[in-house]
């Protein structure tokens, strides 16, 4: 239920955008879309991948957001795409900063939402052929990975490209100063490269969160041969001994399924099960 309700929100708030013209209102559905983007993620087992592009997406859409108020203070408060265009040459440091964030929320390689929001795709995936029933949920969310594409160029072309649309705003059109500029090459930089194993967070989550939990998840999972490449569970709550919720068992040991079932939901789990301390 909660993979369908995130991708449904991810999937509406993405066509919404798309018919959008005012530039904050873009990003704001945008927003709404990433965030079900997330929740479909979680539904599906990708609990690292979620935060994972929860921490990517605060970098490339503060600094989209950051370029869109930009862009108004150069217009002198005009939000309406409509009314822009050709905006490149007269801020072409906002463009640059624009294009990344661009690239960063469409996921194009190298930029660091290529990195979360191909492995949310890929949890997706796995979730669908475990369960084919559910391989929609994948397929749904690569359609809202295209139109993410689609409307967020559409609104760096109907802003900064082509002639002005309005020659008198157009005229007096000005470049941000530097404490706005400055503060959008520091979130291009990290739009780029925060998702990076060794330089960005990349690697920081790879670190901290091991597939399958503690010790004992993992002997179960190799025993019983259940796969799983999403990491699941943080270090820190290894080492403390969380309890796991999982079904009983006759001879005490988790059967395959469950146990697999368990860690696709963990942590919120059935209270009927049995409390195993792991």
């Known amino acids: 239920m909660v993979a369908y309700l995130g991708t449904f929100t991810a999937l509406m708030a993405a066509t919404i955008a798309v018919t959008q013209f005012d530039i904050k209102r873009v990003l704001a559905y945008s927003t709404l879309s990433q965030l079900g983007y997330m929740m479909a993620g979680l539904g599906a087992g990708a609990f690292t991948a979620s935060m994972f592009h929860l921490t990517t997406h605060a970098f490339f ?33 906002t463009f640059l900063a624009m294009l990344t964030g661009c690239l960063a929320i469409s996921g194009i390689p190298f930029f660091s939402g290529f990195y979360s929001k191909d492995m949310i795709l890929a949890g997706a995936l796995e979730f669908g052929m475990r369960h ?3 391989m929609l949920l994948f397929l749904a969310l690569l359609v809202t990975a295209g139109l993410t594409a689609f409307y967020m160029f559409r609104l760096l072309f109907m802003t900064f490209t082509g002639t002005p649309r309005d020659p008198h705003a157009y005229a007096h059109a000005h470049e941000s100063p530097r404490n706005v500029t400055i503060p959008l090459l520091l979130l291009a930089f990290l739009s780029i490269s925060a998702g990076w194993e060794h330089l960005g967070l990349g690697g920081f989550f ?31 709550l290894q080492r403390q001994r969380v309890p796991v919720l999982l079904p009983p068992s006759r001879k005490g040991t988790p059967p395959p399924q469950a146990m697999e079932r368990s860690m696709m939901t963990w942590p919120i789990l059935p209270m009927s099960w049995r409390q195993h301390s792991v």
Do not use: Y
């Open 61 to 93: 859409k503060a600094l989209l957001f950051l370029c869109s108020g930009s862009v108004i203070l150069a217009l002198h408060h005009e939000q309406d795409m409509r009314r822009m265009g050709g905006l490149w040459k007269k801020t072409p440091i």
């Open 132 to 134: 084919p029933q559910h």
């Open 206 to 236: 790879k670190e901290r969160v091991i597939p399958g939990g503690n010790r004992r998840c993992r002997r179960i999972m190799r025993e019983h041969r259940i796969h799983c490449s999403m990491p699941l569970m943080p270090r820190n």
